[in-house]
């Protein structure tokens, strides 16, 4: 009787079998079949979608972009004229709400942790405001949140009857205050305070080193501080230490000088930040809700102070937990800045919108937003998983 070894073509198609029918290599066709039926699927869409516009006579494609826009933006964070290209105001768009996004995403995470710790506060007032707050905020749509920080803003005194602020002015043309006068010697004193907040990070990374694998402490706090004050400080004097203000000043009907935060700005953002700062106060809540007691109760005989013990113990313990669900909180935010639609501020969403109704091309406006959109998004949830990576306790 033949062995199967002695026939080549048999043991070869015996490999061939059973390298398919491995679970591996299943698993692989699986996905690529779906992979091939995903692309097919996208490109009879828009097959489909391109031959309808083209049998209405509706121009397709992105060649619209370099031709001049005709329209102008109020508000814009770099140079800009209507006589600039689509392309160009679309940046303009992204940057205004990329500057919306991060402002928010400060504002927000910082009135988060307040009012978090607050609401595992003993006392009995602070933690039923903080309750109150969250339950208000959270239950009402944040596009409502918006129009009606919109509304309470338009409805200010004019700049004739300014309410004085130390340094500034507010009306219903929105925060002027004053500022550096324009100056080389603030850049490089930005670059340099820039410069030691990474060394800062830097030094906490090395101590934290230090510390986990030799048991050395270093003094970091002093180290940090001494950085981000002498740095910017001897950047500042090397400069020649300038200090020239530019104060606003009411002429005519409004104020000139200084820097104005608008109102559609500052009610997209207060909408945008109060609303998602009552979802983190929440995160921040259970995430020190979720550190055993008995590492508080180890940590007060230790005779740790209130400060030291939520800044040592509670608060690296809870990061782990809180980080992923702020990734969407923050996520969320980004995406929720399209609602300045609503009051006007010209971000990526408001522009996209004006660029349809010139061109008639929505079906490239749309896309795209949902690419840039998906970019901020994506971008995001990067940065928070290598932050999510960098706090995680690790076990040895």
């Not at 679970?23 to 699986?30: A, G, L, P, Q």
């Not at 920080?149 to 929105?174: D, H, K, M, Q, Y």
């Not at 509670?314 to 992923?324: D, E, K």
């Not at 998004?377 to 995680?392: D, H, Q, W």
Request: glycine letters at 8%; hydrophobic letters at 50%.
């Amino acid at each position: 009787m033949m062995k199967q070894s002695d026939n080549p073509g048999a043991s070869t198609a015996f490999r061939l079998f059973t390298f398919l029918g491995s679970k591996t290599v299943r698993s692989w066709c699986y996905q690529f079949l779906l992979a091939a039926l995903l692309i097919g699927f996208s490109y009879w869409l828009y097959s489909n979608v391109v031959d309808n516009l083209r049998a209405q006579r509706i121009a397709t494609g992105f060649g619209f972009l370099p031709q001049s826009a005709q329209f102008a933006i109020g508000e814009t964070l770099i140079d800009y004229t209507p006589q600039d290209s689509y392309a160009r105001a679309v940046l303009v768009g992204l940057l205004n709400t990329l500057y919306v996004t991060v402002c928010g995403i400060v504002l927000a995470t910082v009135l988060g942790f307040m009012v978090g710790i607050g609401r595992v506060s003993k006392n009995w007032l602070l933690a039923k405001v903080c309750v109150t707050y969250v339950e208000l905020l959270r239950n009402v749509p944040v596009i409502l949140q918006v129009i009606f920080w919109s509304v309470v803003i338009r409805n200010l005194p004019s700049p004739r009857g300014a309410i004085e602020l130390p340094g500034g002015f507010l009306t219903n043309r929105g925060l002027t205050f004053t500022v550096p006068a324009a100056d080389n010697g603030w850049l490089w004193t930005l670059v340099a305070l820039f410069a030691a907040l990474v060394l800062s990070a830097l030094v906490s990374g090395l101590a934290r080193r230090l510390r986990e694998q030799h048991g050395k402490l270093l003094p970091v706090g002093r180290i940090r501080l001494a950085l981000v004050i002498a740095l910017p400080l001897l950047a500042w004097l090397m400069c020649g230490a300038p200090h020239e203000l530019n104060r606003p000043e009411l002429r005519g009907f409004n104020f000139k000088g200084g820097f104005t935060i608008s109102p559609e700005f500052t009610a997209l953002l207060l909408g945008i930040a109060l609303y998602s700062s009552s979802f983190i106060a929440e995160i921040v809540r259970a995430g020190i809700q979720s550190v055993p007691k008995g590492q508080l109760e180890a940590a007060r005989a230790l005779s740790f102070s209130p400060w030291h013990l939520m800044r040592h113990v509670i608060i690296p313990q809870a990061m782990r937990v809180m980080v992923p669900p702020l990734a969407s909180q923050y996520v969320s935010l980004a995406k929720n800045s399209s609602i300045a639609v609503v009051v006007g501020y010209p971000e990526l969403a408001n522009i996209s919108n004006t660029l349809m109704n010139q061109t008639g091309q929505a079906l490239e406006a749309i896309a795209i937003m949902m690419v840039v959109y998906l970019i901020i998004s994506g971008t995001t949830s990067l940065l928070m998983n290598l932050f999510n990576r960098y706090v995680a306790i690790k076990e040895r």
